[in-house]
């Protein structure tokens, strides 16, 4: 009985190490399956290319399926907005407004590992990274060449992502740092509409 008490305690005792040993494959399809919203705030960095160098800096929120608001305020304000059927980009420098559908804007992209809940496997090929920097990591490759961006690592712990780093087709990185994240708030409906300011153009790109 004593030695049954101490294994049991032992097992109990490690079942903590156990989740944050997940591989960051698991750790992803867990994020989609049991994180519906979240809330943080994010960093960008640039690394080769022209933009190397630049950094942004700002907050998001998203829910699911497809809406998400990724908000940029610093160096200069810009703004994301899906509503699960359109994705708006609007530049208060330009006084500009873009308008995709929302399959054809995000489709295999960062934001559909991140934010998306389909079939991952079914756009992209996912395999597990060497860990590093305390974090699991992951690859993920779009299986559509015209995903504008060669892979995409995403850095785990804790069941969330940490880390992003976003290799595009012309050889710049993209490093986004996640900070401050809350899973599963309650988030109003209205933060993921957007209406164009008065005076603003509107393109659409269907």
Same mark, same amino acid.
């Given at each position: ?7 049991? +305690? ?17 750790? $992803?399809?867990?994020?989609?399956? &049991? ?15 022209? +933009?190397? +160098?630049? %950094?942004?800096?700002? &907050? ?16 200069? &304000?810009? $703004? ?6 359109? *994705? ?9 407004? %873009? ?13 559909? !590992? $991140? ?5 991952? &496997? /079914? ?31 995403? +850095? ?7 880390? !992003? ?11 986004? %740092?996640?900070? /401050? ?18 005076? *603003?153009?509107? *393109?659409?790109? /269907?």
């Amino acid at each position: 009985m004593k030695i049954k008490s101490w294994l049991g +305690g032992l097992v109990l005792a490690c079942l903590p190490l156990m989740v944050l040993a997940a591989d960051a494959r698991t750790q $992803l399809h867990d994020f989609i399956a &049991e994180v519906h919203s979240a809330t943080g705030q994010f960093r960008q960095d640039m690394a080769g290319g022209q +933009g190397a +160098g630049r %950094t942004q800096s700002g &907050e998001f929120s998203f829910q699911r399926p497809g809406k998400f608001r990724w908000a940029v305020r610093k160096p200069y &304000e810009q $703004l994301i907005v899906s509503d699960g059927r359109s *994705v708006y980009q609007y530049d208060p420098d330009l006084q500009q407004v %873009t308008q995709r559908s929302a399959r054809q804007a995000i489709g295999a992209s960062p934001a559909a !590992l $991140l934010f998306g809940s389909g079939a991952l &496997e /079914d756009s992209f090929d996912l395999e597990s990274r060497p860990d590093r920097d305390g974090l699991q990591w992951l690859r993920a490759v779009p299986k559509s060449g015209d995903a504008g961006f060669a892979h995409v690592d995403i +850095g785990f712990s804790g069941g969330l992502p940490r880390r !992003l780093e976003l290799l595009d087709a012309f050889g710049q990185t993209s490093l986004i %740092t996640f900070e /401050d994240i809350r899973a599963n708030p309650a988030i109003p409906a209205d933060r993921f509409q957007f209406q164009a300011p008065p005076g *603003v153009d509107l *393109v659409k790109m /269907d």
